[in-house]
C-alpha cells in the first residue's frame, strides 16, 4: 500500500515564484493536513480539509493556499514563494469517520528551498 | 485555539534507562493524546494514544500518562535502546474529525550506548 504520496520530495525555487506541491492518498480517508516542519518549532499546520469540499485555515497559512480536489487529493500551493516559506512540507491524512478518527498518516515530506 | 508546550527539547539518556517527555495543552476541550515517532527522513508515526477517559495506557515498553486537571500528560518509555532514538512528538486534539491538530515543539531523544 502506497499510504500518503507526495510530490515532489525535492524542489528549489527562487523568490516570487509559484509552485504547487501534491498530495494523494489511497487509504480511502476522509481528512486530509498539511503541515510545516522548521527546526525548534515542530509541526505546524498549515490548512486542513475534513471532508471533501472543505478547507480551513490552520496555525500558519499566510502565503499558502490549498485545494482539495477530490477524496484522495489534497494540494498546497505557494503563489509567491519567500525565504521564510524553506521549511519541510508534510501531507497527513486521517481517516475521519465517528469511530476510529484518531491516527494520522504522514507521507514522507517534501523538502523545498527558496532562495 | 489550542496551544502545546513540549519538554526538554533535547534529551540524552544512557542505553537501558528510562526516559520521560512532558507535555502542556491549552484547550480544556481536548479529548485525545496522540504521540508520534520520527525518525530521520521520514513522516512522524504514532507510536501510542490517550484519550482522557482514562489517565494512563501502556504499550510494552512505552506509556503515557495524563492528568486533566493540570492539563498535562506524559509519555514514559523504560529500558531505552538504541532504535529509540528519533525526535517525538505530543498532540492535542478534539476527537472528531473536524478537528485541528495541534503539536508540540518536539523532543530530540538520544540513546548513549
Known sequence: NAGVTQTPKFQVLKTGQSMTLQCAQDMNHNSMYWYRQDPGMGLRLIYYSASEGTTDKGEVPNGYNVSRLNKREFSLRLESAAPSQTSVYFCASRKGLARNTGELFFGEGSRLTVL | ?113
Not at chain 2, 519538554?7 to 502542556?24: F, M, N, Y
Not at chain 2, 518509555?77 to 478534539?94: G, K, L, N
Open chain 2, 1 to 113: 485555539g489550542e496551544n502545546v508546550e513540549q519538554h526538554p527539547s533535547t534529551l540524552s539518556v544512557q542505553e537501558g534507562d528510562s526516559a520521560v517527555i512532558k507535555c502542556t495543552y491549552s484547550d480544556s476541550a481536548s479529548n485525545y493524546f496522540p504521540w508520534y515517532k520520527q525518525e530521520l527522513g521520514k513522516g512522524p508515526q504514532l507510536i501510542i494514544d490517550i484519550r482522557s477517559n482514562v489517565g494512563e495506557k501502556k504499550d510494552q515498553r512505552i506509556a503515557v500518562t495524563l492528568n486533566k486537571t493540570a492539563k498535562h500528560f506524559s509519555l514514559h518509555i523504560t529500558e531505552t535502546q538504541p532504535e529509540d532514538s528519533a525526535v517525538y512528538f505530543c498532540a492535542a486534539t478534539r476527537y472528531s474529525s473536524a478537528s485541528k491538530i495541534i503539536f508540540g515543539s518536539g523532543t530530540r531523544l538520544s540513546i548513549r550506548p
